[in-house]
């Protein structure tokens, strides 16, 4: 039987392309195994569809029903990220970097987990380890997730060993500049050409209560502010119509990835409020807000202590 090597639903460039890599080791290792993923080829995300296509790589197919089926995870090990009878398949091995989820197995199989910022750090040792050389292709797509899970090694889940990954990928891959590729991912994935400005808004949004006032936060990851310059008004027309349906407030977080920080667009019943929270004033509804990436860990928590949550 053909093991389906799969990531998680709703696959991002680590699932996608962490699955081609393990289906190529265990193809050189005399297995029969094929890269599957949970998405059709077409909605792939547009980082992911970028890194396929400028490494050359086949996306994986896609893979709807895992019941009865010998299948490979990589990327995660919970049941409610798999593909729909994951329950009634069998697992026969898992590469992962995240906390161990709750697929179980009836034999003992190979199950390597580590704490790192990406599966292709793992499997960037599994090869190594099996004595493997990496195809060169299936390296850039390694080298490619690495720096998006870590965000070009900015996230605090990035270790030394995805560093050392890197270095090796590199060469494998033949990529000189990985500043370069890093730029070329985000520009892909924040990109905003022709999107609606209200998808822009709920593009990635979260709606809060804050002491009984309901405030919307919605974030756009760019590589530059120069991406949204043309269409500011539009965001904030959007932003005036979800405010004005019951909402306290609306922030709009414009996040340079590349510079570190937020052009904070804020409506709200209560300005002043809210630029006590981020120890600013409003221009024209916004504010640059220094190092404020996060909109769990900084934006959320300083507005609830304004509102006094
Ligand atoms: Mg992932
Ligand atoms: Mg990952
Ligand atoms: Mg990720």
């Given at each position: ?29 005399g297995q029969d195994a094929k890269a599957c993923m949970q998405s059709v080829a077409a909605n792939l995300n547009p980082e992911s ?205 414009l996040t340079d990835v590349v510079k570190e920080g937020t052009d904070l667009v804020v ?43």
């Amino acid at each position: 039987m053909t093991i389906c090597v799969v990531g998680h639903s709703n696959p991002d460039t680590d699932s996608v392309t962490a699955a081609i890599a393990l289906a190529t080791l265990l193809n050189a290792q005399g297995q029969d195994a094929k890269a599957c993923m949970q998405s059709v080829a077409a909605n792939l995300n547009p980082e992911s569809a970028m890194v396929i296509e400028r490494f050359g790589l086949t996306a994986p197919e896609e893979i709807t029903d895992a019941a009865g089926k010998q299948v490979a995870l990589v990327d995660f090990s919970d049941i409610a990220q798999g593909p729909a009878g994951l329950a009634d398949a069998e697992v026969v091995t898992i590469v992962d970097h995240h906390k161990i989820g709750d697929v179980t197995t009836n034999n003992p199989i190979l199950f390597r987990a580590e704490p790192v910022g990406c599966t292709g750090t793992v499997l960037n040792k599994m090869f190594k380890e099996a004595g493997v050389a990496i195809p060169k292709n299936v390296a850039g797509g390694m080298l490619a997730a690495i720096l998006s899970d870590t965000v070009n090694f900015k996230s605090p889940t990035c270790t030394e060993d995805d560093k050392v990954a890197v270095a090796e990928l590199k060469e494998v891959a033949g990529v000189s500049d990985t500043e370069e590729l890093f730029m070329a991912m985000l520009k892909a994935k924040s990109s905003v050409d022709g999107v609606p400005a209200k998808d822009l808004l709920f593009r990635d949004y979260k709606d809060f209560d804050m002491k009984g006032n309901k405030v919307g936060v919605g974030q756009l990851e760019l590589a530059t502010l120069d991406q949204v310059a043309d269409i500011r008004e539009d965001l904030m027309k959007a932003m005036a119509e979800v405010k004005a349906d019951g909402r306290h407030s609306v922030l709009l977080m414009l996040t340079d990835v590349v510079k570190e920080g937020t052009d904070l667009v804020v409506l709200s019943d209560d300005p002043a409020l809210v630029e006590g929270a981020f120890g600013g004033k409003l221009e024209n509804s916004s504010m640059w807000v220094e190092g404020m990436m996060s909109r769990k860990k900084q934006t959320v928590p300083n507005l609830q202590t304004a509102f006094g949550c």
